[in-house]
């Protein structure tokens, strides 16, 4: 058996992607990047093609809003209903290893939120100042990391706790969005200010900035996906024992 075969499933893949893009989440899914959309062509049509501008679309609105609760609804949807309502359960019995459940899940979580939020952030830099200083680009590949991440965290909060979507939402608006923003001693701790470090190596130099160096960045991106991947291997580990008891 391959490391592939043996980490990921396509049946598990299949029904996690079935899971995310029901009407309901589909809807959000698409409503987001396209509000991006729609804002990068309106700022276009009323500025012109600035710099400047195109940078704060991009890491006010793209960044630190869009791709956090594109996260949250990727993440947490990947598993935390099939725990809410115990189908998980039905899952855990069949011959599937229980990292093999974690991991598929997280690709998929990955690709959703990449698709979603990763491509339409490049596509808007391209429309507000079309990848002047190389932003399209350095926000693009800061999007897909931060994606990355943030899947990562959502789906840990999918498995240790019912409520993660208010979780991540509170994380997301508050956390990110705000304290992170605005807190000196918090941008360390702050997938965003990670995903700048990125943006700012693409980008001409002084187009983006960051609190965080690349190499710390770089570590803690690594080694939050690390630790929240098998944080939520061990708890789902927990959780079958419970549910057969």
Not at 131 to 152: I, P
Request: avoid cysteine; proline fraction near 4%; hydrophobic fraction near 55%.
């Amino acid at each position: 058996m391959s490391v592939a075969s043996a980490t990921y499933n396509p049946t598990v893949a299949r029904l996690t992607y079935r899971a995310l893009l029901g009407r309901r989440r589909a809807l959000i899914l698409f409503a987001l990047p396209l509000l991006l959309l729609v804002i990068s062509a309106a700022v276009r049509a009323l500025s012109g093609a600035d710099d400047q501008t195109a940078g704060d679309v991009l890491s006010g609105f793209a960044l630190a809003t869009m791709v956090p609760l594109i996260g949250v609804i990727a993440g947490t949807g990947a598993i935390g209903p099939e725990i809410d309502d115990g189908s998980i359960l039905y899952l855990l019995a069949k011959p599937v290893k229980r990292p093999t459940i974690i991991v598929t899940k997280l690709l998929v979580a990955m690709g959703v939120s990449v698709t979603f939020a990763a491509i339409p952030t490049f596509f808007a830099g391209l429309i507000l100042d079309g990848n002047g200083q190389h932003l399209a680009v350095a926000f693009g590949v800061a999007a897909a990391v931060a994606s990355l991440a943030y899947s990562a965290i959502f789906l840990l909060l999918g498995v240790v706790t019912r409520h993660a979507v208010v979780a991540g939402l509170v994380y997301a608006l508050v956390w990110e969005s705000l304290i992170g923003n605005l807190v000196p001693g918090a941008r360390t701790l702050s997938v965003q200010q990670w995903a700048l470090a990125l943006a700012q190596k693409v980008a001409d130099p002084g187009a983006v900035s960051s609190s965080v160096g690349l190499p710390t960045a770089v570590v803690l991106l690594i080694g939050v996906m690390l630790a929240a991947t098998w944080f939520a291997g061990r708890k789902l580990r927990t959780l079958t024992l419970a549910g057969e008891e």
